[in-house]
């Protein structure tokens, strides 16, 4: 038990270490790169919370990754049901899914700005177009393994198509469902930060560029650490949610 507690430490101290060294030693004749240390930017950040600006600034950039994720969700496991289980319609959308799919997410910022203007509905846009094919394709894998023989005793005791699917179908894909859904919490909230450097005011994305441009680079290697340790914390609450659920 001892052992792999020191094993999980060991690898965040010698990255912070790194990191020290690699701005404090290796970067010491580099401006930026001096200022970028880990004591700067846990400064920066214990300032950047003084001034009431941390706590608006998490949240906003949360509000849109739960709402795109909500609707990545919602899309993404309706789409799944309909691919894993009608063939016809797999062969009909395979093209385009997989088209789809490899569009980076941000390549569609014009358009979204053009659909949606300013602000924070292209930023949840682009957040659910990231997110919607993970858990579309997890949610179609998971339908497609379901043992057939599940489908034909439901049939058989004539259970009518949406019993079958609320009653066989959900119960027996939510493992592929919540390895989707996670999944897509990853991308779409690397997707985010750059998707709030489009024309937005607020967010951890807009603060990286507000410091940026105001040369204090102690506070972009903050909200960079932020960024990190944020998403890290949703993956382990995630995990422990579902292994709770399932």
């Given at each position: ?47 950047f919370a003084q001034s009431g600006l ?69 930023v949840v846009f682009l957040v659910a ?84 441009d105001q040369i204090s680079y102690d ?28």
């Amino acid at each position: 038990m001892k052992s792999t507690l020191v094993l999980k430490l060991l690898a965040p101290v010698l990255a912070v270490l790194l990191w020290w060294w690699g701005t404090a030693v290796g970067g010491a004749d580099n401006p930026i790169l001096a200022n970028m240390g880990p004591v700067p930017a846990v400064n920066s950040l214990i300032g950047f919370a003084q001034s009431g600006l941390l706590a608006g600034t998490i949240g906003v950039s949360l509000y849109r990754l739960g709402l795109g994720l909500l609707i990545a969700a919602v899309l993404g496991i309706g789409i799944g049901l309909l691919v894993g289980s009608l063939r016809w319609f797999e062969a009909a959308s395979s093209a385009v899914v997989q088209f789809l799919r490899m569009v980076s997410p941000l390549a569609w910022s014009p358009i979204a700005v053009v659909l949606f203007g300013i602000g924070s509905p292209p930023v949840v846009f682009l957040v659910a177009i990231a997110a919607v094919w993970p858990v579309a394709l997890a949610t179609a894998s998971g339908v497609k393994a379901l043992d057939p023989e599940w489908l034909t005793l439901s049939k058989s005791l004539g259970a009518s198509r949406w019993e079958t699917i609320t009653s066989v179908v959900v119960p027996g894909i939510r493992g592929n469902v919540a390895t989707g859904l996670r999944l897509a919490l990853g991308v779409a909230w690397i997707v985010l930060v750059p998707a709030e450097m489009l024309g937005v005011d607020s967010g951890l994305g807009y603060q990286i560029l507000n410091a940026r441009d105001q040369i204090s680079y102690d506070l972009l290697a903050g909200i960079m650490l932020l960024i990190g340790l944020i998403g890290y914390a949703m993956d382990w609450l995630v995990q422990r949610a579902f292994r709770r659920w399932l």
